[in-house]
């Protein structure tokens, strides 16, 4: 008897075994429209996970493609630095008309490296040269990216663990209801901060997530965030907003922190910026930070002009009034109700979440990853997230149709039954 076996593939002898999306969905995707992405072989996956929130507006959205097909072919310039363009005048002259005059915000605009840690990094270097402190605070469960900045004023130990050197110049402090309401919000960091016997330096800058979507769709209340930029600006600390996954409409409107009706010093934007998927990332700041001299902070990759122009026809076409973010807000409630209806019907199941990334939790966190494997096998992407995976979050594509919305729902709400009945 021939026994035959299939070969290993590429990816499994040529990648690195650090890949860990293609480990949970061994599927090897070809090509991807709007809400659905579809494998070499045909099959057709709903996408509640969107490039972990690059992707708001779907995949190859058709009027950002119209846009980059024709900036493409009439030879558009593709790499510039930080060189002037029409393309970044452009982005700029749109991003100043829909987003910062409406919402009567003074940015400045800084391109720094194209992706979410590159932004945070600027900001905590920025944070620093303006202060002239070295001290960063950070918040329980946050995620910043991978850097070497960015991770120390990240949570997850073994992240963290991957840097391979101390992490320093940070301090930890409890996200909002990290004590289950046990404590004042603020008890512990006010106390520190003005007590000259603490031990602890008066730091540069506090860097927040208004919802920490890697930590768990952990929430924080809009009083908590008021109570927070008030803390900050009494004692003088700049205040960073991380919107790198939450901006960008991700919870309804364009800015994470608009709920809150506060103005960061400085606010940190990537992966739906571009719009289309494509690497960009833009650090804001109030016009008196911008202390940089010229090129102290820079990347080769900080100028990518098709970036530019994708993202400014998401911001022209989605953006121009509130239409869309009310329909995200919509959806978002969808989700939500939805989620209810899991948590009263199922033990150990409770749901979290503000605008269109929701996570359903469970008290057993093997039960999510369960969940999530069996979604995935009936077609559907979605992720776990939180410090021990306890969490299914979603991120389904802002601009996802009611219908294809509610499929994806359902088969998330039979593999729960199916995992905890």
Request: include cysteine; aromatic fraction near 8%.
């Amino acid at each position: 008897m021939t026994v035959t076996t299939e070969a290993p593939s590429i990816f499994s002898t040529r990648e690195s075994q650090v890949r860990s999306y293609s480990e949970q969905w061994p599927a090897v995707f070809d090509t991807a429209q709007g809400s659905w992405i579809t494998d070499e072989g045909g099959r057709r996956y709903l996408d509640f996970f969107a490039g972990a929130g690059a992707l708001n507006y779907g995949h190859n959205n058709p009027v950002l493609k119209s846009a980059l097909v024709d900036y493409i072919m009439r030879d558009g310039i593709t790499h510039g630095l930080d060189m002037s363009t029409v393309a970044k005048r452009e982005f700029l002259e749109i991003f100043e008309k829909n987003i910062l005059t409406p919402r009567g915000l003074d940015y400045k605009v800084q391109f720094p490296g194209p992706t979410g840690t590159n932004t945070v990094e600027a900001a905590l270097k920025l944070a620093r040269k303006v202060t002239g402190r070295e001290s960063i605070i950070n918040f329980t469960n946050a995620f910043h990216g991978m850097t070497l900045g960015a991770l120390s004023v990240t949570g997850n130990s073994m992240k963290r663990a991957g840097a391979g050197i101390p992490l320093v110049h940070a301090t930890p402090m409890p996200f909002d209801n990290y004590f289950g309401g046990a404590t004042d919000d603020f008890q512990w960091m006010e106390r520190v901060l003005d007590d000259s016997g603490s031990g602890m330096n008066r730091p540069a800058a506090v860097i927040v997530e208004t919802v920490q979507g890697e930590g768990g769709v952990n929430v924080a209340r809009v009083e908590w965030l008021k109570a927070l930029a008030e803390l900050c600006s009494s004692r003088g600390i700049l205040l960073i907003v991380d919107d790198v996954q939450m901006g960008c409409g991700r919870t309804g409107p364009f800015f994470s922190f608009e709920v809150a009706g506060i103005t960061p010093d400085i606010v940190t934007l990537s992966k739906s910026i571009g719009g289309y998927g494509m690497p960009m990332a833009l650090t804001l700041f109030k016009p008196e930070l911008d202390v940089w001299g010229s090129g102290e902070h820079n990347g080769t990759f900080r100028g990518n002009n098709p970036a530019f122009v994708t993202s400014a026809a998401a911001i022209d076409h989605y953006w121009s009034d509130d239409s869309f973010e009310k329909a995200t807000l919509a959806k978002g409630e969808r989700i939500h109700d939805s989620f209810i209806d899991l948590s009263t019907r199922f033990d150990g199941v409770s749901a979290r979440g503000r605008g269109m990334v929701q996570g359903l939790v469970f008290a057993d966190s093997e039960k999510a990853g369960k969940v999530a494997s069996l979604a995935y096998e009936n077609g559907l992407l979605a992720e776990t997230s939180g410090p021990s995976d306890e969490v299914v979050k979603l991120l389904p594509p802002l601009t996802i149709s009611e219908e294809d919305l509610l499929h994806g729902l359902d088969i998330l709400a039979d593999a729960t039954a199916v995992v905890c009945s």
